[in-house]
């Protein structure tokens, strides 16, 4: 077993580099099905996700390089299979879109059920009502389910709520469907805009992404080409978090700021200075946190993937703090995490109620998804003793070196075998 050993650091202080998003680089590696010649991706992270797909891309002929670039160059044409392994899929959320990928193309696609993040459920009933729609047809199994259809047509298509996966999924099934196709209520994330420029880079006849409603002109083929994906807005909002955990000034380059200000407006609310340019956020401690209330939404609302990390940010401020979630409400398991570390907090349904400035002491934690993991790094720097974190494999899902990270701006985090031997963090290990 492997575990995250984290101490008490200083104030924190530097500049780093964000990576490519995870959540728009899933659905772009799975979307290179939909070409017809070469595509290169550049800025794809070295995630756990990502090596589970190369695994997946060598079972159904999809060929996957990563040069010594860091671009990834992917192969569609030899594609000979549309039958992805049940386990392969379990082991990571975004496994379905390579159904709205692969469904134009070959007519029948089976795959497991979506897995990754344990802590609920994540329905797919959007996705199947839009692969429905566009004269699919679904059976479910134990493990896996198949849809197939002889045509996909377009068709309007509204989602009963906003789902990021569901809009992006319907886009890519309908690409290359005979017609048009209209989706209303679509999510307004910048994964979602990501993944449609990208296929109109290649040819697709996308417009509208970023609004409520897209659509989507199918066509006969895609090129190849070459695409870079946005920044990881998430690993940016959740470092300047740990910019106030014990004071510091951290900046994050290679950002869109835009896709960042309910986060940072959040940061400014709480006492942090924040400074913006072009393709940077600054966040500046002033030495005291104030408590606050949040509610999560859907983007352009502050971002479900951010309430763990605030959280941790949360214990540190004077007061009591209210963090709602209305995106997924069970999405609550690092809160006894917290409470093993010393922390006031309660949860009352779907909201967890903070009372700040408790002490926190080191302990044994578990992460159980990948942003749960990053809330007990941020709490773990201001623990008395040490912090030790198992559940790595979550945090590698979401990270490309997270040890690496955090030391680079002055904390004292490490990586252990069970056996108690440290790795480190500037090694070439998959964190």
């Not at 924190?12 to 070469?38: E, P, W, Y």
């Not at 298509?157 to 319907?170: L, Q, R």
């Not at 606050?292 to 939404?297: D, K, M, N, P, S």
Request: contains cysteine; aromatic residues 6%.
């Amino acid at each position: 077993m492997k575990y995250i050993q984290v101490q008490k650091s200083g104030p924190l202080h530097g500049t780093v580099s964000i990576q490519g998003s995870k959540n728009s680089s899933l659905a772009l590696l799975a979307a290179c099905c939909l070409a017809d010649a070469v595509v290169t991706l550049e800025g794809i992270p070295d995630i756990y996700d990502f090596r589970v797909i190369r695994q997946i891309g060598k079972d159904i002929g999809l060929h996957l390089d990563r040069l010594p670039s860091g671009d990834v160059v992917l192969d569609p044409r030899f594609l000979h299979s549309t039958i992805i392994d049940p386990g392969k899929a379990s082991s990571y959320r975004a496994s379905y879109y390579f159904v709205g990928a692969l469904l134009a193309k070959f007519g029948k696609v089976t795959v497991g059920f979506p897995g990754g993040d344990d802590f609920v459920s994540r329905p797919i009933d959007q996705h199947i009502k839009a692969f429905r729609l566009l004269g699919a047809e679904v059976t479910f199994h134990k493990d896996y389910y198949v849809v197939e259809a002889r045509a996909l047509r377009g068709a309007d298509i509204y989602f009963d709520t906003i789902t990021s996966g569901a809009t992006i999924n319907a886009m890519l099934a309908a690409v290359r469907a005979q017609g048009k196709t209209r989706l209303f209520n679509a999510a307004l994330d910048p994964e979602v805009v990501d993944t449609a420029n990208f296929l109109n880079q290649l040819g697709a006849k996308i417009s509208g992404a970023g609004t409520e409603q897209i659509r989507v002109e199918g066509v006969p083929f895609l090129g190849g080409g070459c695409y870079t994906v946005i920044p990881d807005r998430l690993i940016a909002g959740s470092l300047l978090m740990a910019a106030g955990i014990n004071g510091g000034s951290i900046t994050v380059n290679n950002v869109i700021p835009e896709h960042m200000s309910s986060c940072t407006a959040k940061l400014q609310e709480i006492g942090l200075e924040i400074e913006v340019t072009d393709q940077s956020v600054t966040a500046h401690s002033t030495g005291r946190l104030r408590a606050t209330r949040v509610r999560t939404g859907m983007y352009p609302g502050f971002a479900t993937d951010l309430q763990q990390p605030l959280t941790a940010l949360l214990t540190q401020a004077q007061g009591k703090s209210i963090v709602t979630e209305r995106v997924y409400p069970q999405r609550f398991n690092h809160l006894q995490q917290l409470k093993r570390l010393g922390a006031n907090v309660e949860l009352r349904k779907e909201s967890a109620f903070i009372k700040g400035g408790a002490p926190l002491r080191g302990s044994w934690v578990h992460a159980t998804d990948v942003r749960a993991g990053t809330c007990l790094l941020l709490a773990g720097l201001a623990t008395e003793g040490i912090t030790r974190i198992s559940g790595v494999e979550h945090i590698e899902r979401g990270y490309d070196n997270a040890i690496q990270l955090f030391r680079s701006l002055g904390a004292k985090v490490s990586l252990h075998s069970e056996a108690d031997n440290a790795y480190d963090g500037s090694r070439s290990q998959p964190l």
